[in-house]
DNA sequence: CTGACTCGTTCACTTAAGTTAAGAAATATT
DNA sequence: AATATTTCTTAACTTAAGTGAACGAGTCAG
């Protein structure tokens, strides 16, 4: 399990075996069930989620309906911005499968910071590089309609149409469920 | 100019003296006329720029069109994907003001990250902010309508809508100037 | 086993965005 | 100043997404 996180690490930065253990001993590794919520709206935390297995979801409450934002699954990490920010949260963050998460504390992190600088630098390069995917993905959602949208996932996460239900699936391409049974269906027709 | 920049800098960390004179010996203040293409689809390139004064914009050209993604004025930067990525970019970035920038690459910011652990720390702060703030935007972008897009955007950047023209603006509003001219006709009418 | 609930799909209808084209208004060019 | 060129708007028509309702399949709880 450590290896799957260090062996992540090593695309980054080296590690001394003194570090790896000042890692461990941070006791972060936790297995989470199905269906726990691990963020509210309008609570306050410092805690970040790294996803080693399975997969979590954050979504907005809005008029009495979700709306579904983002998927991370494995080696992917969410650092919601109410942590940033200091401020309750704006949506939730729940466990769509029996996850196994490193769950870190921004307290956590500015004393490792502190400690060992190769960690900032890590956290550096890893929010850089976040930043960067994060905004093709925003550019070319912005691009694109909601049947290319579908079709960019089927290309890029293949993964995720098979883990998730169908209608949260569907605000995450920022239309309704119904739009999507019938993009689908669209998308049939057309390959026959 | 540089008092402009070491104010925006202080909310995050405070420099000495030596430091700032370090900053400023780079030679980072460029003042560039309106209609300069500071990038390229296809280019390489490891530039960041970050508005002093004015207002810069990143487009595609899809099928030969234009789709504007993003604008940055005043205390805003941007590192396009592709200094991170280390490949040619996929879009263009060009001024659409005249303007004052800062123009920074990134050879020199490990360089002074290595000499100045302060340098890094910010780096840091910057980007998992600018990281958090866009996750927000791209949120609000994908839970709502392009009318409601339109309205946030005169709540958000009201300069905006001045500086910038409707075509443009309708792309990064992920619709057609049509729709956008006539989206605003049907806000009127609803006002009255 | 049964009733309640969730989920995905389909349908009919409404609403809004895309498309194509035309023209007015503002800007830039010669 | 006259002529292009770009920008914005309007209009008619097409296409796709939103809405509300219904239905079957699967899941869950009593």
Do not use: W
Request: hydrophobic share 35%; glycine share 4%; net charge neutral.
């Amino acid at each position: 399990m450590q290896d799957i996180l260090f062996d992540f690490l090593s695309k980054y930065i080296t590690l001394t075996e003194e570090e790896k253990n000042s890692i461990l001993s941070l006791d972060i590794f936790h297995s989470i069930k199905k269906g726990t919520i691990l963020l509210k709206e309008g609570q306050r935390t410092k805690e970040s989620y790294f996803v080693l297995k399975g997969c979590i979801r954050a979504y907005y409450v809005i008029d009495g309906e979700e709306k579904t934002t983002a998927f991370y699954t494995e080696m992917e990490g969410l650092t919601p911005p109410c942590v940033i920010s200091k401020t309750p949260s704006e949506y939730y963050v729940s466990c769509m499968e029996d996850n196994i998460l490193i769950i870190s504390n921004s307290d956590m992190e500015v004393a490792v910071n502190g400690k060992f600088p190769k960690f900032e630098t890590l956290c550096r390069i890893l929010s850089e590089e976040l930043l960067a995917k994060q905004r093709i993905d925003f550019d070319s959602f912005k691009t694109s309609s909601p049947e290319q949208r579908y079709l960019n996932l089927i290309q890029n996460r293949p993964d995720l149409i098979q883990r998730v239900p169908q209608h949260q699936l569907a605000s995450y391409l920022g239309i309704k469920p119904q739009s999507l049974s019938r993009l689908r269906a669209r998308i049939l027709e057309k390959k026959s």
